[in-house]
């Protein structure tokens, strides 16, 4: 049965003089998922995210948010919370104050439970009463995750919340995400962090030069259609590699600069060839103790899809980033 949509999104562009920001994206996020949103500098992440928190409006195409339409004003649509360039904080306020301050701008009682709740969730407890402005990076985007959470959105918005975060304060953050998700809410999350999109992701869009290369669930970027380049550890490296020249459809690959002892066998391959290695080890005696792609599906495919990865393709310039940087300077 399809979920209903968090968003929709039809052949939207944005433009800022002559830069094109995004040039017609078609979006589709289901409600109770987490949806990946990824691309090189300039891609139009941070224009596209900006519409989808009223900080700006689109000059082409239909969006609805949480089924609704969204009009040519500016305004943060219901039930919607989340920050582009990280969150905005009073530094001069402890976080258990800044909280309080957004519950009193939503028209709620300062001493809500929910923010001690909220500060719980996030793992900043023990610093509720310590000023902002000593936070760390990872400790800022934390309480910004946390003030997300008192508005108790269904759309959740989040421009690269895993900035700075230790390991904890990365498992606060994917239990906090997951559990939302889980409850219903959409989580719309843009990262450079390929390891945490693969982790918390159901489905991936990919921009480039903003358009839309590739939007769908993460398992078809690792279906079997793009070779990968595989590590392999074994019991017997030489006899490995016999075994890996004789195998249709694997192509050894170089491994210099490579310290490991003994060093890995490293092999460029579709699934159903590396499947048949698999099996040919096997057969042959030789135990596989390591098996894992050198580059993640999601990463090689971003690398190939945005031009990133090879001849032929059309790379980000740095005019690119600079493009960018103006459309962003003129959405705020």
């Keep these: 049965m399809d979920r209903p949509h968090a968003i929709r999104a039809r052949g939207i562009t944005r433009t800022f003089g002559d830069v094109i920001a995004l040039d017609g994206v078609d979006l589709d996020v289901a409600r109770g998922r987490i949806h990946?949103?990824?691309?090189?500098?300039?891609?139009?992440?941070?224009?596209?995210?900006?519409?989808?928190?009223?900080?700006?409006?689109?000059?082409?195409?239909?969006?609805?948010?949480?089924?609704?339409?969204?009009?040519?004003?500016?305004?943060?649509?219901?039930?919607?919370?989340?920050?582009?360039?990280?969150?905005?904080?009073?530094?001069?306020?402890?976080?258990?104050?800044?909280?309080?301050?957004?519950?009193?701008?939503?028209?709620?009682?300062?001493?809500?439970?929910?923010?001690?709740?909220?500060?719980?969730?996030?793992?900043?407890?023990?610093?509720?009463?310590?000023?902002?402005?000593?936070?760390?990076?990872?400790?800022?985007?934390?309480?910004?995750?946390?003030?997300?959470?008192?508005?108790?959105?269904?759309?959740?918005?989040?421009?690269?919340?895993?900035?700075?975060?230790?390991?904890?304060?990365?498992?606060?953050?994917?239990?906090?995400?997951?559990?939302?998700?889980?409850?219903?809410?959409?989580?719309?999350?843009?990262?450079?962090?390929?390891?945490?999109?693969?982790?918390?992701?159901?489905?991936?869009?990919?921009?480039?030069?903003?358009?839309?290369?590739f939007s769908g669930p993460l398992s078809e970027l690792a279906s079997g259609k793009r070779e990968l380049e595989y590590r392999l550890l074994t019991s017997d490296p030489e006899a490995a590699r016999r075994v890996a020249t004789d195998t249709d459809g694997i192509r050894l690959m170089e491994t210099r600069g490579i310290r490991e002892d003994p060093a890995p066998l490293v092999v460029r391959a579709l699934v159903p060839a590396l499947d048949d290695l698999v099996t040919r080890l096997v057969k042959a005696g030789v135990a596989l103790r390591e098996l894992a792609p050198v580059v993640s599906p999601l990463e090689a495919a971003f690398l190939a899809l945005t031009g990133s990865d090879g001849p032929g393709g059309t790379a980000l310039q740095p005019d690119d980033t600079k493009a960018d940087e103006k459309a962003q300077e003129a959405a705020r």
């Design 36 to 213: 990946g949103l990824v691309g090189p500098n300039g891609a139009g992440k941070t224009t596209l995210l900006g519409l989808l928190l009223g900080l700006g409006v689109a000059d082409g195409g239909t969006l609805e948010i949480l089924g609704a339409p969204v009009g040519r004003a500016l305004a943060v649509p219901d039930a919607v919370a989340g920050f582009v360039d990280g969150p905005g904080l009073y530094p001069s306020l402890t976080a258990r104050q800044n909280l309080a301050a957004l519950a009193r701008l939503q028209g709620r009682d300062a001493r809500t439970p929910a923010i001690d709740d909220a500060l719980g969730q996030v793992g900043l407890t023990d610093v509720a009463d310590d000023r902002t402005r000593g936070f760390s990076l990872g400790m800022r985007q934390r309480l910004g995750l946390a003030a997300a959470l008192l508005t108790e959105p269904r759309l959740l918005i989040l421009d690269e919340p895993a900035n700075g975060l230790d390991p904890a304060g990365t498992r606060h953050v994917h239990r906090v995400l997951t559990g939302l998700a889980a409850s219903g809410t959409a989580v719309v999350l843009s990262s450079h962090r390929m390891d945490d999109l693969e982790a918390l992701c159901s489905e991936v869009t990919i921009l480039a030069t903003g358009r839309v290369v």
